[in-house]
Structure formats: C-alpha cells, structure tokens
C-alpha cells in the first residue's frame, strides 16, 4: 500500500465525519470544533454512532477516554460496546453521553493534594478538537477519545486542560495585535508545534540484563565505551538494517494515526536517532508526540528492540532532547512569525517580535521550568544541549535590525540577497539564508518559528507550549494596552518596539552557549541560570508568575501549589527508585563479582608467589581491585545510611533537596569506583552487558 493509502486510516477525521454524518450534525460539530461552544446531546448521540460503527468496522471491541494526567505519559481505561443482552444477544453501542463524559478515581493519579482517597472523583471530558482514533495493540483494536481531565472541583489534573485554555488565551490576545493593523478577517489565532523526538534502541536481551534500564530507564554504571561519538561517524550515517526496519514499522504506524513523520535519521550518539514530523496545531501535535513515543516503544518490542526515552540514558555521550518547533498563525492564513522578505519594514512583525523577546526575557525562569524535567537535569548544560540559562538567538539579520532600531534607527536597509559560490559549474545556485543556525541556542529563530531546544525527550510538550502560550499572550496583552487608542498609532507602535528591544536586548545571545563565557557573560547581564528541576520547579509559585496565569484563565493558583507539589515528589520519587536500583545492583552484583574476582587475584598470587615467580602485576592489579571495592562498599554503605533518612521526611521540598543535595552526590560516589572496576575486572567476570555490548550492538 502506498502513504496516501495508509496516511489516517485509522483516524475518524474530517473526511470521515463528512462522510458518514449527516450534513446538519457535521456543521454542527466543525462549528464548534473551529469557533467553540457545545453540541447538543441529540448531535452527540449521532457523533458516538457514528464512530463506534467506523471503530467496529476496524474491529474494535472497546473504547477508552485517553487522557494525560500528570504522570507525563497516558492513561486509558477501555469499556466495551457490549450492551445488557437480551435473549441472549447484545448490541454494540456508544451514547452521546458515553463520548462526551467519563469517570476516573482521580486519587490514583498524582494531583498534588487536590484528590485525596475519600475525595477522588474525577471527570474526563472529550476534547472536540483532536481526532478520535483507533489504535491496534495486544489488547486488540480500542477507539480512543482524546479527553480533559479535571477533578470533581474543577481543577485541572491534566496536562491538556491548560494548554486549551492557553490557546485561547493566546488567540484573544494576538487578535487584539492584528486589529490594531487593521486586520479584520482573522477571527482566530493558534499555535503551532512540530516536535522533533529523540531516541535510543537497545536489543532487548540486553536490556532485560541491566536492571537500571528496566527500573530507571538510564544506566546508572557504566564505564566508557572504547569508542564513543568523537569521530562523528553515526551522525546521518548510515542506517543499520535492523534499526531501518524498525524505522519502517514505526512509519506506518504514525501515517495509520494520521502522524505526519517525514523525517528520521542516526543522531549524533551510537544508537541514537531522530523522528521528526510536519507542524500541527499545538493541541493535536501534544496528542500525537504522546502517540509517537508510546508507538515508538511498541514497535521497538516487534523487532526485540527497546526504545530508550531518557534524556540521559548513557554518561559520556549525548543525551535525548524534543525540539519543540514554535510559531503562531491565524485561521485564515497569516504566520505571525514570518517576517517576510523585508522584516525591517513589516511592522507588524518587528511587534511580534518584540513581545516575543519581552516574553523570553520577563518569563525566563518560566519557561525553564516548563522543561524541567529529572531526566533533563543531567542533559542541559552538558556541552551537547541548550545551556540551563534562557537566551534567544535571532541571527545577524534580525539582531542587525534590532541594533539599529535600538541605535535610534528605522531598522530599514537594503538586504541583497546573496548565493553560495560551490566552484562547481555543474552544481546549482543556492540562495544562502539570511540567518545561519545555532544549535548551542534554548530558544531560536529559524526563519519563521522559534525552535525550543530545551524540552527533554520524555517529556510531554504541553507543558513547554503552554508556557509560551501564556508568556506571549502576556506580552501582546501588554502591548495591546499600550497601543489601542494611540491618536498616531504607527509612530506609537515604533515608539513601543524600540521600548520593548532596549529593554529586553540582554536576552539576544548569538554566540556559543556551551562556553564558559556565556556563563559569566550572562551572569553580568542578570540572566538567570536555574541549574536543576528543584530549583526551577519553585517558580510556579511566585507571586507575578500565579497573577500571570490566573489572568490569563490558564492556571488557579491552587493548581500551580499542586503543579509544584507533583513535581517535588515526582523529583524524589525518581532520584529514589535509581538510589534503590544502585543499591541493589551494587550489593547484589557488582560487589559479589568483584569479591570474587579478587580472590581468584589472591590465589593467583599467592600461588605464584609460593613457587618464587614474580607476582608483582598481579599483586598491583589486587591491590588496585582492593582499594576501589574498599570505596565502593563504604559509599553503599553511606547510600544506604542516608536514604531511609531522606525518604522519611515530610516536606515534599525539603525532601526533594535532600535527595538532590545528599542522594545523589552518595550515588555519584557508589558508580565512580565500580565504573573504574569495570576496566580492570575481567568481562567474562563483570556481571552486566558494557556500553559498547549496548551501544555497537544493535
């Protein structure tokens, strides 16, 4: 079969719904889908028809509410058609009010307080404006009902129900921008969001061998592979056939959901690769790149594979990020980002580019919580990621502009368009950007969005597109009231953007921001660098940042304490599985091989020694074992003092800085010396599978 033939075929789509509802039904629900408001239970009750008769065609048997709670992955509870039978027989069937609304024990989910076991209702609510699918697994074909969920209260337990309402945040605040230019036809603006996805695989048997990748999803040991990523020979290399057929599965897949995976390629570590799609809108991109990863680990086990979504699954070599590729458009056509071939005189653009610097530079400390994640700790700031410290890269066009606006210029110059010379006469002409890349950027232009860099590969980008959303409907809030009423309104808006970039100029950063000197640099700017999820997680709670979100409707600050709450015991639950992990590891492998293994040493030496043969490498090798499984046994032994202690206290955030503060560095000194006992102890003796048996070897 061909894309075309494959591409949502398992998706109740538009085409779908246009087909198999009647006419009146299908304006009503693409009139609430585009403008809002609520169908009615008669057109719900045809919708549910409808879509169960298309799901039971496909084979489905059941259906489920799928929604995202605040654990970062999906949750799904399925129901059958089945119907109470009479004589014997059933009928296959789906209410209105089966779509529209169902129940969870909302106690059983992380909500940071707002659910307790005697209070733990909770409501999932379909979400109109992402398509229904069907997805095939073990449990067999289920329709899913992409949903909210709320508490019995109304508070948000989802990751879903913000970003909706960031959305329309975002739209009412960015129509007010485009009345101003006289712009009277859009009536909606929405964001856009293409997220790369990053990735490892790993053969499975292997996999099933290290207990840390089971349990914490990283290897906590492990010493350096021979060989790592410094010739750069995997990056865009060529696919192995194994890891290629994988990625073929893996496509048809994603085109049977109706996900748009153009691109896929080796990353720049062994066994690391990317998927990349074309941009949705933000609501259906967050649902689908939840899709993608749950996809991407079922796939990844057809073919005794693993796939690894650890921002940091291996030391030494990169870690696994999401790009989250940024723009916001309106509903007839108008990419607000665009700046269009003479950004210098496109006055609206040079307006939404400066509330976009003054979102970046006012709400930094937000949007690096917003990528704040325990897997992302280890990555960010790592000479392979964006820096923990918020900055924007424009590029010498627009920074150019900027320098002359905020000089006291126009910013207008006559911009010749330049060609790359290859000195081959047979090559074609290629027109060179007006801007290069930078990789080493949190947060930069390229061409018409704005790439993200910072957000982790497990992570879920609701979070990260949320935070944008509501940054940027700030700042064309604060724009808008500035601007609506200005008797010149033109020499008042260049009045603002000169404002807005004098003021926000210290966030444009163009140069290398893995470099120690972007620190200090941005040190003496006043950037602030949030260097871990525990610090960045108190955020949520200062007093202009709730304001922020309380005036915008896109978080209570009941919900912001719970958001904190979750992500303090989400940070101390992780640190404590992987603390266990170790000490398991530790006490149940790594130290009985080497114990082992030194005392074969000592008969070795002993024995050769007693018939007068040199034994002087052997001994220095025993001594060396010796003396680092001395370290070893002490630092379990500390980890194990310390954790129990940890473990009991009562406050979520001292509890999550006791873990980050004492835990850690405990579990640092555990790996450090059998990382080094991996390299003198014989392979045929150490109990685990090396980093080159994970990573060469697949």
Known sequence: MSITDIFGSNVFSVSIMR??????????????????????????????GAMKDWAVEKGATHYTHWFQP???????????FITYPKEGITVLRLSGKQLIRGESDASSFPSGGLRATSYARGYTAWDITSPVFVRESGCGVILCIPTI????TGEALDKKTPLLRSLEALSSQALRILRLFGNTTSSKVTAYVGPEQEYFLVDRAKYLKRKDLVYAGRTLFGAPAPKGQELDDHYFGQIRERVGAYMKDLNNELWKLGITAITQHNEAAPAQHEMAPIYATANVAVDQNQLTMETMKRVATKHDLVCLLNEKPYAGINGSGKHNNWSVGTDDGINLFDPGDDPASNLQFMLVLACVLAAVDDRADVLRESAACVGNDHRLGAQEAPPAIISIFL?????DIVDRIVSGGSGEEENAEENLITGVSTLPMLKKDTSDRNRTSPFAFTGNRFEFRMVGASDSVASSTTAMNACLAEAFCNAADALEGAEDFEAACRK???????????????GDGYSEEWVLEAARRGLPNIGNMVDAVQVLTKSDVVAMYEKFHVFSRTELVSRMDVQYETYAKHINIEANVMIHMASKAYIPAVVSYSGDLARTVASLESIGMDASVQRELLDQVNRLLKDASAALATLEHHLPQVHAMTSLKAMAEAYRDVIVPCMTALRTPIDKLELLVHQDVWPMYSYGDLLFEV
């Open 496 to 510: 603002y953007i000169r404002r807005m970039l004098k003021r926000h100029y210290r966030i444009i950063f163009n």
């Open 149 to 152: 969920f709320i508490s019995y």
């Open 19 to 48: 087909q198999r509802l009647p006419r009146e039904a299908f304006e009503e629900v693409m009139e609430v889908m585009e403008h809002g408001g609520q169908i009615s239970m008669a057109t719900a009750d045809i919708v549910a």
């Open 70 to 80: 605040l654990t970062g992955s999906t949750a799904e509870k399925h129901d059958s």
């Open 395 to 399: 590029g010498s066009q627009l920074t």
